[in-house]
């Protein structure tokens, strides 16, 4: 067994890579081999049976799976549609749990009776969910609020659920080449910090305050705040939205509601989330939008939310207008500055692929294409294509595609690019003036004091060199003969001197003999020795003057330039 497994989980990991291998011929994991596991064989071409038995396998297995099913709805990089059409709708599968021990979980948290704390709870929920479930009450003062109540035991479950799925996906990755190159690993640590984070209900409380004072100045656009003195880990105590959820809303109603003003605002909201506020509501399925009585929208259930760096958002906008102007070659441009190229990445083909799909989506409506689906098709091609998609992409197409449903009830002739075409100037004028800031003109204000102040040093050290003729521009160049021959000479020089030194020497020491052959009073052998070392050194003067003073002067690009 690999030493990423642990003993205790054997019996979950058997019950996960049966339901894995089952379903094989959709997951990119059939290299993977589980031991004790090859009898069990793939059932062919996926089929709509298929992806019924995974969907209720996963909504049996626990609420971490639903949430994992969730997920796993928008990757079409990993999933065919048949499956992630199915996986889409196990947001309203959830049995709630009894009222009393939901009672009993508000009294463990905030420390009184319910019927201290609130003047009336009503025992049946309101809507129910795989980590939680909403009771309507009101407070003391009369306020109607809504009481989301997390699942007793369910934060030692997940836990321990999200421990098996990160240890199956590294041993995925460690006995799996396309398991590796889809980085299970990782997408199972995203999904553990984002399923601990929604188990947080005070962070939730804090999302809701947020993204009510980001979209205070939508008129149409409801976030319902939080009662901080009613919030806990586990208990979340909101205001009190009446109205029904967009996915509750019949053929008959549609017809009545006018959609179209609602849609286009619901979108421009989420562009300015995603493009200008770097965070956003990442789960924005039709039960978790509401249509209020008053005829607005109420955004619900911020437990997940995506948080955006700056260069991400830059990228993100391009790669949005880049679709919404149908420019193919913007949107791959950016795709592959958002995601990670692996080694067979091939650019040329990448962009083309990309420009085909967009080019398909032109003038398409949310009714023929949608924008998430399109955003969706992207991340698939850009995993067949060796570029690994990255979280944000998914999880934008992820909030997108729940969005394109929303739309679609509200308006079925809604265009997205028309509303991102016609918000590109705002998006823009936010980015020009966010430049503008405070912060950013500071920042560039300090690097200009920096430049202004060595200036004059500078400039006052080159006019110096100009003045006294050492100005030295330096230009690098390699020519491998000419350095061999510079080599070659310097070794002959060298030899040379070594010779005329030697030469001096013996006359020296042949001088100090008495007796001999003696010419103008010197022993013969001594002029002899000087009259060959004068004859080197004029020699090795001869060559220098001819070959290395005139190179000094003609060649200043292979050394360098002085200034008259």
Same mark, same amino acid.
């Given at each position: 067994?690999?030493?990423?497994?642990?003993?205790?989980?054997?019996?979950?990991?058997? =019950?996960?890579?049966?339901?894995?291998?089952?379903?094989?011929?959709?997951?990119?994991?059939?290299?993977?081999?589980?031991?004790?596991?090859?009898?069990?064989?793939?059932?062919?071409?996926?089929?709509?049976?298929?992806?019924?038995?995974?969907?209720?396998?996963?909504?049996?297995?626990?609420?971490?799976?639903?949430?994992?099913?969730?997920?796993?709805?928008?990757?079409?990089?990993?999933?065919?549609?048949?499956?992630?059409?199915?996986?889409?709708?196990?947001?309203?599968?959830?049995?709630?749990?009894?009222?009393?021990?939901?009672?009993?979980?508000?009294?463990?948290?905030?420390?009184?009776?319910?019927?201290?704390?609130?003047?009336?709870?009503?025992?049946?929920?309101?809507?129910?969910?795989?980590?939680?479930?909403?009771?309507?009450?009101?407070?003391?003062?009369?306020?109607?609020?809504?009481?989301?109540?997390?699942?007793?035991?369910?934060?030692?479950?997940?836990?321990?659920?999200?421990?098996?799925?990160?240890?199956?996906?590294?041993?995925?990755? =460690?006995?799996?080449?396309?398991?590796?190159?889809?980085?299970?690993?990782? #997408?199972?640590?995203?999904?553990?910090?984002?399923?601990?984070? =929604?188990?947080?209900?005070?962070?939730?409380?804090?999302?809701?305050?947020?993204?009510?004072?980001?979209?205070?100045?939508?008129?149409?656009?409801?976030?319902?705040?939080?009662?901080?003195?009613?919030?806990?880990?586990?208990?979340?105590?909101?205001?009190?939205?009446?109205?029904?959820?967009?996915?509750?809303?019949?053929?008959?109603?549609?017809?009545?509601?006018?959609?179209?003003?609602?849609?286009?605002?619901?979108?421009?909201?989420?562009?300015?989330?995603?493009?200008?506020?770097?965070?956003?509501?990442?789960?924005?399925?039709?039960?978790?939008?509401?249509?209020?009585?008053?005829?607005?929208?109420?955004?619900?259930?911020?437990?997940?939310?995506?948080?955006?760096?700056?260069?991400?958002?830059?990228?993100?906008?391009?790669?949005?207008?880049?679709?919404?102007?149908?420019?193919?070659?913007?949107?791959?441009?950016?795709?592959?500055?958002?995601?990670?190229?692996?080694?067979?990445?091939?650019?040329?083909?990448?962009?083309?692929?990309?420009?085909?799909?967009?080019?398909?989506?032109?003038?398409?409506?949310?009714?023929?294409?949608?924008?998430?689906?399109?955003?969706?098709?992207?991340?698939?091609?850009?995993?067949?294509?060796?570029?690994?998609?990255?979280?944000?992409?998914?999880?934008?197409?992820?909030? #997108?595609?729940?969005?394109?449903?929303?739309?679609?009830?509200?308006?079925?002739?809604? =265009?997205?690019?028309?509303?991102?075409?016609?918000?590109?100037?705002?998006?823009?004028?936010?980015?020009?003036?966010?430049?503008?800031?405070?912060?950013?003109?500071?920042?560039?204000?300090?690097?200009?004091?920096?430049?202004?102040?060595?200036?004059?040093?500078?400039?006052?050290?080159?006019?110096?060199?100009?003045?006294?003729?050492?100005?030295?521009?330096?230009?690098?160049?390699?020519?491998?003969?000419?350095?061999?021959?510079?080599?070659?000479?310097?070794?002959?020089?060298?030899?040379?001197?070594?010779?005329?030194?030697?030469?001096?020497?013996?006359?020296?020491?042949?001088?100090?003999?008495?007796?001999?052959?003696?010419?103008?009073?010197?022993?013969?052998?001594?002029?002899?020795?000087?009259?060959?070392?004068?004859?080197?050194?004029?020699?090795?003067?001869?060559?220098?003057?001819?070959?290395?003073?005139?190179?000094?002067?003609?060649?200043?690009?292979?050394?360098?330039?002085?200034?008259?």
């Amino acid at each position: 067994m690999s030493p990423a497994l642990k003993a205790r989980h054997a019996p979950r990991y058997a =019950e996960l890579g049966r339901l894995l291998l089952k379903h094989r011929d959709a997951a990119t994991i059939e290299e993977a081999e589980l031991p004790g596991l090859d009898d069990v064989e793939a059932d062919g071409e996926p089929t709509e049976e298929d992806a019924r038995q995974l969907a209720e396998s996963l909504e049996s297995l626990g609420p971490t799976f639903v949430k994992l099913g969730q997920l796993l709805s928008t990757r079409s990089d990993l999933l065919p549609p048949v499956y992630l059409e199915e996986l889409g709708r196990l947001q309203d599968r959830v049995q709630p749990f009894p009222g009393d021990e939901a009672v009993a979980l508000v009294e463990e948290e905030l420390g009184v009776r319910v019927s201290r704390a609130f003047s009336e709870f009503q025992p049946e929920p309101v809507a129910a969910a795989s980590l939680g479930q909403v009771y309507r009450a009101s407070l003391r003062d009369g306020r109607p609020v809504a009481v989301k109540v997390q699942r007793p035991g369910v934060r030692r479950r997940v836990l321990d659920d999200v421990e098996v799925i990160s240890e199956l996906a590294a041993f995925l990755d =460690e006995h799996s080449d396309r398991a590796r190159r889809v980085g299970f690993l990782s #997408m199972a640590e995203e999904f553990r910090r984002s399923l601990l984070a =929604e188990l947080d209900y005070r962070r939730e409380a804090e999302n809701l305050q947020l993204l009510g004072e980001q979209l205070a100045s939508y008129e149409h656009i409801v976030v319902p705040q939080p009662v901080a003195d009613f919030c806990t880990d586990r208990v979340l105590t909101m205001t009190w939205v009446d109205g029904r959820n967009v996915g509750s809303i019949g053929p008959l109603g549609r017809l009545e509601l006018d959609g179209a003003p609602l849609a286009d605002e619901l979108f421009r909201a989420y562009l300015d989330q995603v493009l200008v506020h770097g965070f956003f509501h990442a789960d924005p399925h039709p039960g978790n939008v509401l249509l209020t009585t008053d005829g607005r929208l109420a955004l619900v259930d911020l437990g997940m939310v995506a948080r955006l760096r700056p260069e991400t958002q830059e990228l993100l906008l391009r790669l949005v207008l880049g679709v919404s102007e149908h420019n193919g070659a913007q949107v791959a441009e950016n795709l592959v500055a958002l995601g990670e190229p692996l080694e067979d990445f091939d650019d040329r083909l990448f962009s083309k692929k990309v420009s085909e799909l967009v080019l398909r989506a032109s003038g398409a409506s949310v009714g023929e294409l949608h924008t998430g689906r399109l955003l969706s098709e992207l991340a698939r091609v850009s995993a067949e294509s060796d570029l690994r998609p990255p979280t944000e992409l998914t999880m934008l197409a992820r909030a #997108m595609l729940n969005l394109d449903e929303v739309a679609r009830i509200l308006d079925a002739d809604f =265009e997205p690019a028309a509303t991102i075409r016609a918000h590109a100037a705002s998006l823009m004028r936010h980015r020009m003036l966010e430049s503008a800031s405070p912060g950013h003109l500071l920042t560039a204000a300090l690097d200009a004091k920096e430049f202004a102040e060595r200036l004059p040093n500078r400039l006052n050290k080159v006019l110096d060199s100009l003045a006294e003729g050492s100005f030295t521009l330096n230009v690098e160049g390699v020519d491998e003969r000419e350095i061999m021959r510079g080599v070659q000479k310097l070794a002959n020089r060298c030899a040379t001197g070594v010779v005329i030194a030697a030469l001096l020497l013996a006359s020296a020491v042949f001088a100090t003999m008495k007796g001999g052959v003696r010419v103008w009073g010197y022993p013969l052998l001594t002029i002899v020795f000087l009259l060959l070392a004068a004859v080197a050194a004029v020699w090795l003067a001869i060559g220098v003057l001819r070959s290395d003073l005139p190179q000094r002067s003609v060649g200043p690009f292979h050394r360098s330039m002085k200034g008259r």
